[in-house]
Every structure is written in structure tokens, then in C-alpha cells.
């Protein structure tokens, strides 16, 4: 993640009065290159609520890539009791864009009740290190937001860089459809 620190010096600010202001813009440049792109740069918690598991072998393909890990699995049982599944018998394939879960082989999910938002998954996902090409699109982003806090400016000529945002981060881009 690009730390307030490299965001300053990018910046080229050096006193502390805007802190809280560039940390939002840090937020706010990686929350639009995963929109952009349709992949998790930053590490973070997400989670997934389900209306059940669907078919009882079936795989559940997860929103987000790539997915480090799965810290839970909650499902309401036909009794109405909030059960926890234990992570040994998932299997978690990550060799497709976006991420299968599945249980183990020779397993099926458990059975829930027939009501909406029975099941969450809860996962970490994001990639340890942003890679290059991105954290400089972040940072041309962090510049742009920082210069330009009004939506509207006037009186002024622009022009979008040749090798901005969009070129370094269309190679990531993942194409989506509806």
C-alpha cells in the first residue's frame, strides 16, 4: 500500500496539516483503480452473504480477485442455529480470474435454512504488494485529487498525460460484461 509518507514526497508536501486530507486520497486513488480494473490491490477484509450455498457440490465463485485467504464460512442450518464451517474441508482454487470455493472432495456443503442471507464468507483479499505500474497510476491519481479539489475548474486548459492513469492501468483491467 502506498503509505502517507511516499504519498507526501510524492506530493511534495512536508508539514503535517493536510494528513488527514491525503490519507483520503490514498483511499480514494486505490478505491478507483479496483473499480477500474475489477481487482483488489489493497489487503483488506470482504465479505459475501449468500442465500444459501446453491447446489450441494457446486462451487461458489467468489467476487473479488485475487483472494489470499478464507477466514469463514457462517451458515444458518435448517434449525435456525448461526453454525461455523471449519476452513479444512474447502478447497479454495484460485487458478481462475476469480476465485472458486468448493468443499473438499467427497464433501457437499451443508444443508441451510430456506431463508435469504443465510450464508457469509468472509475473506482477506488483495495482493501483498502493489505492483509498480499501478502504485504510479495511484500516485498520478493522489496528484491529480490533491491539485484539484473542486469537480469543476475554470479557466484553465487541460490535457490527460500520454502515459497516465488509464495506460497504466489498462494491462489490469479485467473486461466485464453487463
Known amino acids: ?14 508539514h503535517s496539516a493536510e494528513d488527514t486530507l491525503i490519507t483520503a486520497l490514498i483511499d480514494s486513488a486505490y478505491r478507483h483503480a479496483e473499480s477500474r480494473t475489477g481487482r483488489v490491490f489493497d489487503s483488506a477484509a470482504r465479505t459475501l452473504v449468500l442465500d444459501g450455498f446453491g447446489s450441494t457440490a457446486g462451487a461458489i465463485e467468489l467476487p473479488w480477485t ?8 457462517e451458515y444458518v442450518d435448517p ?6 464451517l471449519n476452513s479444512p474441508p474447502l478447497r479454495l482454487d484460485t487458478r481462475r ?4 470455493l468448493m468443499p473438499q472432495w467427497g464433501t457437499e456443503w451443508p444443508e441451510t435454512i430456506a431463508e435469504p442471507e443465510s450464508v457469509t464468507i468472509t475473506a482477506t483479499v488483495g495482493m501483498t ?5 499501478v502504485r504510479q497510476a495511484l500516485l498520478l491519481l493522489i496528484g491529480h485529487f490533491y491539485e484539484n479539489r473542486e ?10 498525460l500520454p502515459m497516465g492513469v488509464s495506460m497504466l492501468l489498462d494491462p489490469w483491467k479485467i473486461m466485464r460484461v453487463g
Not at 1 to 14: F, G, N, P, S
Not at 97 to 100: E, G, M, R, T, V
Open 129 to 133: 504488494e502493489t505492483p509498480g505500474d
Open 66 to 73: 485475487p483472494v489470499e485467504s478464507i477466514d469463514s464460512v
Open 151 to 160: 469537480s469543476v475548474i475554470i479557466g484553465v486548459s487541460t490535457t490527460e
Open 1 to 14: 500500500m502506498i503509505t502517507l509518507t511516499e504519498a507526501k514526497a510524492h506530493l511534495r508536501v512536508q
Open 97 to 100: 480470474l476469480y476465485p472458486l
Open 79 to 84: 434449525d435456525g442455529v448461526t453454525q461455523t
